[in-house]
């Protein structure tokens, strides 16, 4: 059987902070799936696991929905070629598992 949410957060021993993160990136619909894996080593199908186990169910519902629609650029394959970063320029600076002052 499947990996359950607490147990992709104890086995990856992330802190509440990279846990918001993660949760905050999957939830933007201009960061895609890669960039989560890149940064934090967490697969598409862990994320989605961790967002179940995080979010009402009414939320993930409509996460889910907004990811599979197609208007949601959450996936590589479904992203414009004129994007080629993996966050908003306003964003700040996020290097490897570190984020800087937040």
Do not use: Y
Not at 9 to 31: G, H, P, V, Y
Not at 61 to 76: A, D, I, T, Y
């Amino acid at each position: 059987m499947g990996k359950s949410s607490l147990n992709i957060i104890l086995e990856k021993e992330f802190t509440e902070r990279q846990l918001d993160r993660i949760i905050e990136m999957a939830w933007e619909d201009r960061t895609p799936f890669e960039a989560i894996e890149f940064q934090f080593g967490l697969p598409e199908k862990d994320v989605i696991k961790l967002m179940r186990g995080n979010l009402k169910a009414s939320s993930f519902k409509r996460w889910r929905k907004r990811v599979n629609n197609g208007v949601s650029s959450k996936h590589l394959k479904k992203r414009s070629d004129n994007i080629t970063r993996f966050k908003c320029s306003r964003q700040r600076a996020i290097t490897g598992n570190k984020i800087s002052k937040r």
